[in-house]
């Protein structure tokens, strides 16, 4: 009867410890959505190394994430819906970039604020740009020897 019961417990222990386990795991991978945000679109001339789910940055802080990317078959431009959380107004100058967060790391994207009174709303396009530079790109300039010599 005792080795029923030790089975038991230490089953018990096992599914917690499972159950604690994926719940870390979705805290940490942020996996629960921010409620309430808005979307606005913006048009790229390339988003390498981004995806769907990629941050969406200002000042370095998260403020929402990526969630659609699709091609304009008219333009060749990737067009991004950007999901940004409620509460935060952005000036209807504002820029997005691409940006990389270091020489090996991911790319993210980049909200640099600008300095209208007026703010955008959901559904609006952010026309100021700037898509990912590519580092393979740099680099075979760089060895090629393009540029001023």
Known sequence: MSAVRTETIVGAAVVAAAVGFLLYSAQFAN????????????????????SVGTDVRL????????????????????LTTL?????????????????SEGLLGGNF???LPGGSPFNFEAGDEIEDTQSSVSLISLLLKFVSGSGDE
Request: charged fraction near 20%.
């Open 31 to 50: 996996v629960s959505r921010e409620a309430g945000g808005y979307g606005l679109t913006a048009s790229f001339r390339s988003v390498e190394g981004v």
């Open 59 to 78: 000042a370095g802080v998260k403020i929402g994430t990526v969630t659609d990317i699709t091609l304009d078959p008219q333009t060749f431009r990737a």
């Open 83 to 99: 999901s940004v959380a409620q509460g935060i107004a952005l000036p209807d100058d504002s820029a997005v970039v691409i940006s």
């Open 109 to 111: 994207v980049e909200i």
